[in-house]
């Protein structure tokens, strides 16, 4: 092989690895762009794909309480068999969630007229005083729990 030819090709090669680095770059962007857009997810449309209209969404604004602050609700859920989730929506309010609060009050009404049918008119404030009393229990052990680490 020639001198020229030997060049032609070395020239070749690099433009063919300019393009499959080209492609590279493509791909890797097109296949991160998914991820980048699912680790920021608008609350209230996957809060309104996540269930259907008639379940209670508990809508939860603000800083995470300690670990078994909502063992009341949950076992209480589970023994009234009732469709519920707890939406947390992190620390900022913003137009999307202010939305998604409205959604849920207005899917909830509907949802608790249900189960006055179901359940009695009087089941909400049952279930209140049923939580009352559990979450009591919960926060004394939390507390207790609590002061066992500061010590």
Do not use: H
Not at 81 to 91: K, P, V
Not at 97 to 109: A, E, F, P, V
Request: charge should be positive; charged fraction near 30%.
């Amino acid at each position: 092989m020639g001198t020229s030819t030997i060049s032609t090709r070395i020239s070749d090669i690099k433009r063919l690895n300019s393009k499959i680095s080209f492609f590279k770059t493509i791909t890797v962007v097109l296949l991160t762009i998914p991820f980048i857009i699912s680790c920021t997810p608008d609350v209230a449309k996957k809060a309104v794909q996540k269930t259907g209209p008639l379940c209670w969404k508990d809508i939860r604004i603000g800083e995470l309480p300690p670990q078994g602050a909502y063992d009341g609700i949950d076992s209480l859920v589970k023994k009234w068999n009732l469709c519920y989730e707890r939406i947390e929506t992190g620390c900022e309010a913003n137009d999307s969630i202010t939305r998604l609060q409205r959604q849920s009050d207005r899917s909830n009404m509907m949802y608790f007229k249900s189960l006055e049918k179901k359940l009695g008119k009087n089941w909400k404030q049952q279930f209140d005083k049923e939580l009352q009393i559990a979450d009591s229990i919960n926060w004394i052990k939390i507390n207790r729990e609590i002061d066992l680490l500061n010590r």
